[in-house]
């Protein structure tokens, strides 16, 4: 059976038991209990979370953390020089030291106004563009696959699928699975499934969404 880890943010561990119950007896998917929350965290659990396992196959998330800037101030909690080169390691060092298939996939948009008014810090569209374009400029570098989930939540009518908080959603709404973090999960089994089918050979791979029946 194939074995898969997800790691990331809040985003990730909105969608991780819905992949994990969709891939059931055709893949063991696994995550962290915590919210791997900035690259720069996540490169300092990297050994324990992926090397050790070494996975058939890594999706990666984050950005939104990275990317938070207080009320009134101009630089965000990591630095977009700073998140270049964590992720460039990150993608590198599973590369390396691994024979796992890596995917990157895309921060989700913002909704920034309505995240100010529901938050005590900011994140804004425009340096969730920054991000992105920072993290595929490298994965395109190292031939490593893009999941663009900014897109699959754009083309799905962003502020109709965002939280009244401005983001996609996340494991700490019980009502139900947030309309964005359904898109998210198909997207995560449909990429999965095609990456291990051989599908996928571009590192800016884009599949038509279908939901699995």
Excluded at 85 to 106: F, G, H, P, Q, Y
Excluded at 127 to 155: G, H, K, P, Q, W
């Amino acid at each position: 059976m194939k074995s898969i880890v997800l790691v990331g943010d809040s985003i990730r561990m909105g969608y991780q038991e819905t992949v994990r119950a969709e891939l059931a007896g055709w893949a063991n998917v696994w995550g962290p209990d915590q919210n791997c929350k900035t690259s720069e965290n996540l490169l300092a659990n990297l050994d324990e979370y992926v090397i050790k396992r070494q996975p058939d196959v890594l999706h990666i998330n984050c950005g939104l953390h990275d990317l938070k800037k207080g009320f009134g101030h101009d630089t965000a909690q990591v630095p977009l020089n700073e998140y270049s080169d964590n992720a460039r390691t990150i993608m590198t060092r599973v590369k390396k030291e691994t024979d796992t298939i890596v995917i990157w996939a895309l921060t989700t948009p913002v909704n920034q106004e309505w995240h100010h008014n529901n938050k005590k810090y900011d994140r804004f569209e425009a340096d969730v563009a920054t991000y992105n374009a920072a993290a595929t400029d490298i994965a395109r570098e190292l031939n490593i696959v893009v999941n663009d989930l900014f897109s699959v939540i754009t083309s799905g009518g962003r502020d109709d699928l965002l939280l009244p908080d401005g983001l996609t959603g996340d494991q700490a709404h019980p009502a139900g699975t947030p309309p964005a973090i359904a898109l998210v999960w198909f997207d995560q089994v449909r990429f999965v499934i095609a990456i291990l089918e051989g599908a996928i050979e571009s590192p800016l791979s884009s599949l038509p969404l279908r939901r699995r029946r």
